[in-house]
């Protein structure tokens, strides 16, 4: 995937006919908060897609997620891999995430999301890659979120290879991203009244 140009141009030349296959297949998922359904009913597969022109002409077809009300996620992940903590592929795993500022949300978030998409698709972990799972965005009232998970929270090494790479790609300030293990953030959200979980890793 490596010699393959991530770019709009590559996907829109006049008179393409040939499609730049991806090294891996993804889903794209689309959750929305309704209220009196389980989290599960709420979640929906949108497509899947394996090139490079297959993923534009989705990203461009689609709302930026600027633009999803409140209480709406989009994820990508890997194809066979759910986006929810009891998947046998993120059982063991974590997140990196960045809070961004909702006042901001028009001038960053899409182009944080966009970044992070191209590179999962484009395999920018090197090595470490194998061991993303996905990423999401999430609208929340207070902040929004983007996060990349990880299948193997206890490997370090390609944890912060990972989280390294993330902050260089996005151009983050020092002490912007976190690393959660799933276990952390599911047992603190079924503590009543507790939202916080300790982070692991904090780059």
């Not at 996005?170 to 009543?192: C, G, R, V």
């Amino acid at each position: 995937m490596s010699n393959v140009e991530l770019n709009e141009k590559s996907a829109t030349a006049a008179g393409e006919e040939v499609k730049h296959p991806l090294q891996n297949t993804w889903s794209l998922w689309f959750f929305k908060n309704e209220k009196g359904n389980q989290w599960k009913d709420n979640l929906r597969l949108v497509t899947s897609f394996s090139t490079v022109e297959d993923f534009w002409a989705i990203y461009n077809h689609i709302q930026l997620s600027s633009k999803l009300p409140t209480g709406c996620d989009y994820m990508l992940f890997k194809q066979g891999i759910e986006p929810m903590w009891e998947d046998v592929q993120n059982r063991e795993g974590g997140r990196w995430l960045l809070t961004t500022d909702k006042k901001k949300r028009a001038q960053d978030l899409d182009r944080v999301w966009l970044e992070t998409l191209l590179c999962l698709i484009g395999e920018s972990f090197d090595d470490a890659s194998e061991d993303i799972c996905g990423a999401c965005v999430q609208i929340r009232q207070k902040a929004d979120k983007v996060a990349i998970w990880t299948t193997n929270a206890h490997n370090k090494d390609r944890v912060m290879a990972i989280g390294r790479k993330f902050q260089a790609r996005i151009k983050l300030a020092p002490e912007s991203l976190f690393y959660q293990k799933h276990t952390d953030t599911a047992n603190s959200a079924s503590k009543q009244g507790s939202n916080k979980s300790k982070y692991e890793y904090i780059i």
